[in-house]
């Protein structure tokens, strides 16, 4: 998220709705400390979603193309569940489950210029990406 200097409000916002969540009986510390019955289930993020919601700063949003939740002009990926940087995508792909874009776009930024992979770290998982992609066409988890 960006925000531009004259709009440093919204952070401030932002700050206090999670801080309203903390004395709300949230554990700040815990990513989803309770469950979708909490007034704060996931408290930075529904803290941030209830501070765009009230803002009086200008906000440009996306819709969920925006993220490559579903086709459309993706302009930042998300990766929901399971993370490219962690796990077998090959182990995923044998369960039926490919590898997402935001997965197979992921590997084609790490190279530059924060590189978290060795040259051939980084070749291995993009061949396993790519085998991965290339199973997950013809089979596929209901």
Known sequence: ???AAAHAGFLELWRKLIQRAGEAGCDLKTFM???REMPFHASDQDALN????YSEYPLSTLGPQGMGFVPGDVKMYHTVGQKPWRGSFLLRALAGIPPSNAMKFFFSQVSSPIR???FLGLRVRKLA???SALLGRFYRRN
């Open 50 to 53: 209830i501070a765009a919601m």
């Open 129 to 131: 990406c790519s085998i």
């Open 1 to 3: 998220m960006g925000v």
């Open 33 to 35: 400390p309770g469950d």
């Open 116 to 118: 978290p992979y060795s």
